[in-house]
């Protein structure tokens, strides 16, 4: 079956620098994938879609990868701020009308 | 747009009783979803609805039901509650069916406790 995995449960970097998140699957090939951003007691929330095609996807200070060998995406967030911390939960089509499977999340904590 | 709205924020249930969540959608969006989301498991489909009309089982139907009043409102059931269900419930919405790749809007979900 799909196996989606986010390697870190927490992340504390410092302010200014560049943080990064793995998602990494297996058993699966999937034409996209998102990130999410979750605040305690809030719903997630979208950030960037990259198809299978898109090796690089921007936006503002956010940076996905999308690598179909390695079966990983890396989620950067450059010049990180306090206000970046939040649990980023990335997620894979679910094959079928949209459905999307997603990863358990990695908190990540930037320090001013 | 006020987006995906979901009631109530919060709620306790004795074991056995039941209970329905309710959500409702403003952006015409066809598809519906309802999540439920325990420490450590990350986000888990219960049941979805592509279209009005149409409703399908998740990866954790079991103890639930769902309907689909129309466009705009989607609702799940818990018909005899268990400790088990205690969780956060989260409706989404996402863009129309012919959109094969569409970002999910969520709510705010529903804080659930069963005793």
């Known amino acids: 079956s799909q196996k989606i995995e986010q390697n870190s449960e927490a992340l504390n970097i410092q302010e200014g620098k560049t943080a990064t998140l793995t998602c990494n699957y297996t058993?699966?090939?999937?034409?996209?994938l998102q990130w999410y951003r979750q605040d305690p007691g809030r719903g997630p929330v979208f950030l960037l879609l990259?198809?299978?095609?898109?090796k690089e996807k921007r936006k503002e200070r956010l940076k996905v990868t999308f690598d179909t060998t390695l079966k990983q995406s890396l989620f950067h967030i450059t010049a990180s701020q306090p206000a970046d911390s939040a649990t980023y939960l990335c997620?894979?089509?679910?094959?079928?009308?949209?459905?999307?499977?997603f990863g358990k999340g990695t908190k990540l904590s930037v320090k001013p | 747009n006020a987006g995906v709205t979901q009631t109530p924020k919060f709620q306790v249930l004795k074991t056995g009783q039941s209970m329905t969540l309710q959500c409702a959608q403003d952006?015409?969006?066809?598809?519906m979803y309802w999540y439920r989301q325990d420490p450590g498991m990350g986000l888990r489909l219960i049941y979805y609805?592509?279209?009005?009309?149409?409703?399908d089982k998740g990866e954790v139907p079991n103890g639930y039901n769902v309907s689909r009043l129309n466009k705009r409102e989607f609702s799940l059931r818990l018909e005899s509650a268990a400790p088990s269900q205690t969780s956060v419930y989260f409706c989404?919405?996402?863009?129309?069916?012919?959109?094969?790749?569409?970002?999910?809007?969520f709510g705010p979900g529903t804080r659930l406790t069963v005793t």
């Open positions: 609805s592509a279209s009005e009309g149409t409703t």
């Open positions: 952006m015409n969006h066809n598809s």
């Open positions: 990259i198809r299978e095609n898109e």
């Open positions: 989404a919405s996402s863009v129309p069916a012919y959109a094969l790749i569409a970002e999910q809007y």
């Open positions: 058993n699966y090939s999937p034409a996209y």
């Open positions: 997620a894979l089509e679910g094959g079928s009308q949209g459905n999307l499977i």
